[in-house]
């Protein structure tokens, strides 16, 4: 089994390997003294995996309730933090009690906010399901909820008190969402780690799946442990992020996915950079190849000038500009900040 510990106040382990699943009762007792778990999971995870997770939990003697909520994005609101809570109150959870996170980002955040609200914050474990999830959501303790004015506008850092990986899973997940989720490991390769980037380029990812989510976990650790809440080193994950966030509004959310915004937000960024003497020759060249490999797009129709006009709007605008993430070379990153007319020039 691979182990991580992540070091923020109470430090946690990431566990990662196959057919975990049958074990993760075991594994969450020795976190917790609960009489009570929480199964908080979708409406499709929750038919693949809900009793087999159950069962486990019972083996160790928690009581076992489980939610289920509605698949997808537009499940991610209020209403069903609401039904979450009632869930826990309903059930009579106390706060040694524990919630388990079963699912994607989606049902992460929304069952880690859950856990970080009810009776002022009660423990949870993270289980994530989606490739997304298991390389990057489930780790870092961002928790949260949408608003009807924008993403995540509303959340906690909350950190789980384990997570627990299960590759295995993603035999089940709908390729769109692996490809989707690739984005990411190949964010995290281009942003912190080389190796990781060269491995991408050089084998496939299902056969080294395991050890891609290791090195992206690992980077992501790293990374928290320096800055928790996202006042400097952080902001590095965002690479790709604000201009595929725009990419995603200017859609309405109902076009490009995330991930495919992001690789995307990615090329664009790194080829102004490289323009400008910033980034090292021929990084997006290598960058699309990679990109195309995976199955995402490198390129949109999209008007740059009315993204960057997204952009403004943007929660991560600050009063003097933006903040970009560029590449130095693959595996070395910076923010750089750029005034609103400094942005315009770059980008020209
Ligand atoms: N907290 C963070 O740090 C962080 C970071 C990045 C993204 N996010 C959030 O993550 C969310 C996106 O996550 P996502 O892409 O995992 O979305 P998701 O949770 O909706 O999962 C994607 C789809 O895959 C299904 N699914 C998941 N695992 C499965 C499995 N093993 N088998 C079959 N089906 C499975 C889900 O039911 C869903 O339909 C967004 O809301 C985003 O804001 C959070």
Not at 17 to 30: A, H, P, T, Y
């Amino acid at each position: 089994m691979k182990k991580l510990t992540l070091n923020v106040g109470k430090k946690y382990d990431i566990l990662i390997e196959k057919n975990l699943l049958d074990n993760c009762g075991k594994l969450i007792r020795e976190v917790s003294k609960a009489k009570k778990a929480g199964i908080i999971t979708d409406s499709n995870v929750g038919l693949f995996y809900a009793e087999r997770v159950k069962e486990s939990l019972e083996k160790e003697g928690f009581e076992v309730f489980i939610h289920i909520f509605r698949a997808g994005e537009q499940s991610k609101n209020f209403e069903s933090i609401y039904r979450m809570l009632c869930f826990l109150a309903e059930n009579t959870f106390t706060r040694s009690d524990i919630v388990v996170a079963l699912g994607g980002g989606v049902t992460g955040d929304m069952a880690g906010f859950t856990a970080a609200s009810y009776m002022r914050g009660i423990d949870f474990v993270q289980i994530p399901t989606s490739l997304l999830a298991q390389i990057d959501s489930s780790v870092g303790g961002k928790t949260g909820v949408d608003l009807p004015q924008g993403k995540n506008l509303c959340g906690a850092f909350w950190q789980p008190r384990r997570v627990i990986i299960d590759p295995e899973v993603l035999s089940t997940l709908p390729k769109a969402f692996f490809t989707d989720g690739m984005a990411e490991a190949i964010k995290a390769g281009c942003i912190k780690d080389k190796a990781l980037f060269e491995r991408l380029e050089k084998e496939n990812a299902p056969d080294f799946i395991e050890d891609m989510i290791y090195s992206c976990v690992d980077m992501k650790r790293k990374v928290v442990e320096n800055d928790e809440r996202e006042k400097g080193e952080r902001m590095l994950l965002n690479f790709g992020h604000t201009l595929g966030h725009a990419i995603e509004k200017y859609y309405d959310f109902k076009g490009l996915s995330h991930g495919q915004a992001v690789a995307v937000g990615m090329v664009l960024v790194t080829r102004a950079s490289e323009k400008a003497g910033i980034t090292e020759k021929g990084t997006t060249e290598r960058l699309i190849e990679l990109i195309k490999k995976y199955g995402l797009p490198f390129e949109d129709k999209a008007e740059l000038a009315e993204l960057l006009k997204i952009t403004r709007s943007d929660k991560k605008m600050s009063n003097s500009g933006l903040n970009f993430v560029m590449l130095k070379e693959i595996g070395e990153s910076f923010t750089k900040p750029l005034t609103v007319e400094q942005t315009e020039e770059f980008f020209s």
